[in-house]
């Protein structure tokens, strides 16, 4: 897989993600579904460099009963991976926080003042179920505000109950949620819906940022796919925010 993506990419690849910050991915080994190994993050952040990113702050889920993680499992595992990078000389700027699943579990911790993973300025990426539209999103995202947070969605477009009901993303964006698109969803690589979306939200001015959502080698295919479409182009003329974080 990896040698694929090194043809694919070549070693003198043009900068073609158009910011140096990329917030999502799943690059700290074996706390969640994304890198096994740190050979294997090593080899992904590696291709992520290529593509002109030279800062990653990497998001493991945290899902309750799925991947139970928190700053105890995340922050070690981030240490452990600078300092076999450094064993590598590989020299990347990366930090971590994480992508909270949106559950009682998780609002819970926000209605508690528990420490949570932000990155920037205290943003903090959350997702939502994919089959069923939550009720607690309004709640979260009024006690996020409430307490000094920055919520970002992690890509939007992926969640089908939305699906062109333009009106529902503006109701977000009003109370102060800001959007993160996957770039692999402007090449197809989840489902086509998802790509139209994706187009729909680029075209309405409503994404705020992008991430890779890598989780393995696979991702690093479609990126190049993605990052070279149409409507990544049209997405670089807009006002996105990932050099802020
Ligand atoms: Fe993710």
């Known amino acids: 897989m990896i040698s694929n993506i090194k043809s694919i990419f070549g070693v003198n690849s043009d900068n073609k993600y158009g910011f140096t910050t990329d917030f999502h991915s799943h690059l700290l ?9 740190f050979e294997q993050s090593l080899e992904l952040i590696l291709e992520l460099k290529k593509t002109g990113i030279t800062k990653i702050i990497t998001t493991p889920h945290i899902y309750n009963s799925k991947y139970n993680n928190s700053p105890e499992t995340i ?42 993973l932000t990155f920037g300025d205290k943003h903090i990426l959350f997702e939502l179920s994919y089959i069923n539209e939550s009720h607690l999103i309004h709640e979260a995202v009024y006690l996020l505000l409430s307490n000094g947070y920055s919520p970002i969605l992690a890509h939007p477009e992926r969640y ?27 090449s197809g690589y989840y489902e086509d819906d998802c790509k139209k ?26 990126l190049q796919k993605s990052l070279n479409s149409k409507y990544y182009k049209k997405l670089l003329t807009k006002d996105i925010k990932n050099n802020e974080l």
């Open 75 to 116: 922050l070690p595992k981030l240490e452990e991976l600078k300092s076999y990078f450094k064993t590598q000389n590989c020299e990347i700027e990366i930090e971590a926080a994480a992508e909270y699943y949106l559950d009682d579990f998780f609002l819970n911790k926000i209605k508690n003042n528990e420490p949570l």
């Open 197 to 222: 979306m994706a187009q729909k939200l680029i075209d309405a001015d409503m994404i705020d940022f992008v991430g890779s959502d890598t989780h393995h080698g696979n991702h690093i295919l479609a």
């Open 29 to 37: 080994p074996g706390l969640d579904d994304g890198v096994r190994t």
């Open 160 to 186: 089908n109950y939305y699906h062109f009901n333009l009106n529902k993303y503006q109701i977000l964006k009003n109370y102060g949620l800001s959007f993160q698109l996957n770039i692999n969803s402007l």
